[in-house]
């Protein structure tokens, strides 16, 4: 009886875990079809607002003017809202993510397996990660696109629908919390899963201001690939 009860257990357990390894092999297959699928391959990003697609190697930031004839960011994004209340800055970085990675792990060593675990899962609630910059640097990491004032319109209102709002209609600071001098968090909208990443939110972006993206990706790279010259 007990003999008979181990090789159930042990049967289930290994149908479980070839599913489990099943479904991480698809997953990855789809992420790499679905990064390499372009979308609005024809863009020709000749307008003449500058936006950056600025990666650190994982997580993809979109970078905009701070301030234009089309929109003032530092009406809702407050420079008293960073350490250096810097009015000197002339552009913005916007991401977005899961509120409990981007707040409690600053750097990988500070990662927790119960942080991932939430975040992967559907289980956490998101943040915005703002950034000023006195300018950008172009590299193989960062690319710079002009798009037309429509287009910027369209990235705008993306943008500014990802930001929870309180009753009075503003984005609501997540304390005081930073990683340096220039930055801030907001809550946000939506919830950070394995289907939906702060890079999934930058795709998106892309393709709301009607610039090449990915059909859907989940790293940075799926959306860097798209502009490699």
């Known amino acids: 009886m007990a003999k008979s009860l ?11 875990l070839l599913g489990l ?22 863009a020709t990003a000749q307008g003449d607002i500058p936006v950056y697609i600025n990666s650190n190697g994982v997580h993809t930031d979109i970078v905009v003017p701070v301030k234009n004839e089309l929109k003032d960011w530092s009406k809702d994004i407050l420079f008293s809202h960073t350490r250096a209340n810097d009015t000197l800055v002339k552009y913005i970085a916007f991401g977005w993510g899961d509120k409990g990675f981007y707040l409690h792990t600053p750097q990988w060593s500070d990662l927790k397996a119960s942080t991932a675990f939430k ?8 943040a915005m990660h703002t950034k000023f910059y006195s300018s950008m640097q172009e590299d193989d990491d960062c690319v710079k696109i002009g798009i037309s004032k429509d287009d910027y319109r369209a990235l705008v ?4 629908s990802s930001f929870a709002l309180n009753a009075e209609r503003q984005v609501c600071r997540i304390g005081e919390h930073c990683y340096g001098d220039y930055d801030a968090f907001y809550e946000a909208n939506r919830k950070y899963n394995l289907f939906y990443t702060c890079n999934t939110w930058a795709n998106n972006a892309l393709k ?5 993206a990915a059909l859907w990706t989940t790293s940075d790279k799926g959306i860097l690939w798209h502009y490699k010259k």
């Open 157 to 160: 209102t993306y943008i500014e």
């Open 208 to 212: 709301a201001a009607n610039q090449k």
């Open 119 to 126: 975040a992967a899962f559907n289980l956490g609630t998101s």
């Open 21 to 42: 390894f099943a479904f991480i092999l698809l997953y990855i297959l789809a992420v790499l079809v679905c990064s390499a699928i372009p979308v609005n391959r024809h």
């Open 6 to 16: 181990l090789k159930k257990i042990l049967r289930i357990a290994a149908r479980l």
